[in-house]
């Protein structure tokens, strides 16, 4: 087996198993990304405040509401998802890394460099790992974010729904309040209805046709840059770490689990802060659109939807 087989299999596992663990905080993280409530401006009754509670009180609320299935929405989609974008991403990144260190300890022969590849070279091998993920896998994820939020998107159209029976009474000014509660409590009692990867999947084709699995596209390959900033880090750290034991002449260069995982965690967390808002503009684009007279929540694309949120 090639290493680069090796790593796209060993990256789709340690994929898998870190997806299990860390999904109900993705659900929560996404259905944050897609709650999409207007700032309240001074002297507006009518603005909506800040989404109550933190990540744990939303999850408790979702236990609550939904049962622990709630969030485990989309699992399976997502981790043949993870599975796909790994391995993709591993064997794409290890092929194209052999070659850049092919390169460079050719130019060395030639009396150029020192026979490692750059960081700039980490930044090009992982941006086109990255690229090529993303162009093959995004129609999972458009369905993962789908099946995360559709009972928040659920939800939206029930209080659209409830807004516009109350409008309607009041309108038609309608003086038997009990037709009125009926009315409202059979709105009430109505459940989300079951949504699997099958229904999702028809929704998305029924808005947009093929287009639709490619939504966020934009944003989604300009964070290709959040795994060549990560891999440039970790490389970069790990170069400089090995050299700092050579130079110490220890007896092994060899970087321990917990070193790797360390370097690996301070690479992605700076390479998530550098692209937080994009992945927040790419879940707003993937998510059900919603319903109602408030055009400033539904976009038409990235622009309009960076131009919205920030309005």
Request: with cysteine; charged share 20%; aromatic share 8%.
């Amino acid at each position: 087996m090639s290493n680069a087989v090796a790593s796209g299999v060993a990256g789709a596992g340690a994929g898998i198993v870190a997806q299990i663990i860390t999904y109900p905080l993705q659900t929560v993280n996404t259905r944050q990304q897609t709650e999409r409530v207007a700032k309240k401006r001074i002297g507006d009754p009518g603005g909506s405040g800040a989404v109550a509670g933190g990540t744990l009180v939303q999850m408790l609320q979702v236990i609550k509401t939904e049962g622990w299935g709630g969030l485990y929405s989309g699992l399976k989609p997502s981790l043949l998802g993870t599975a796909a974008s790994q391995g993709v991403y591993y064997y794409f990144y290890q092929l194209f890394k052999n070659k850049a260190e092919a390169l460079a300890a050719s130019r060395k022969k030639k009396g150029h460099g020192d026979g490692t590849p750059g960081m700039f070279s980490w930044l090009v091998v992982a941006a086109i790992a990255g690229s090529l993920n993303v162009l093959l896998t995004i129609p999972i994820w458009v369905l993962v974010t789908r099946m995360q939020t559709h009972t928040q998107a659920e939800r939206k159209i029930m209080e659209s729904k409830r807004e516009a029976l109350m409008k309607e009474f009041h309108d038609n000014g309608s003086s038997d309040p009990l037709t009125l509660q009926e009315k409202l409590a059979e709105l009430d009692s109505i459940k989300p209805r079951p949504y699997g990867t099958l229904h999702a999947a028809r929704e998305v084709y029924d808005e947009a046709g093929v287009r639709g699995f490619w939504k966020g596209i934009v944003p989604t390959l300009i964070m290709v840059c959040n795994p060549s900033i990560q891999f440039m880090i970790y490389e970069s750290s790990l170069k400089h770490l090995r050299a700092k034991r050579a130079a110490r002449k220890e007896g092994s260069q060899n970087v321990y689990a917990l070193e790797a995982f360390l370097l690996g965690a301070v690479a992605k967390l700076g390479a998530t802060l550098a692209t937080y808002p994009l992945l927040v503009v790419k879940s707003r684009l993937q998510a059900k659109q919603e319903i109602g007279e408030n055009s400033s929540l539904r976009y038409e694309g990235t622009l309009d939807a960076i131009i919205k949120m920030i309005r």
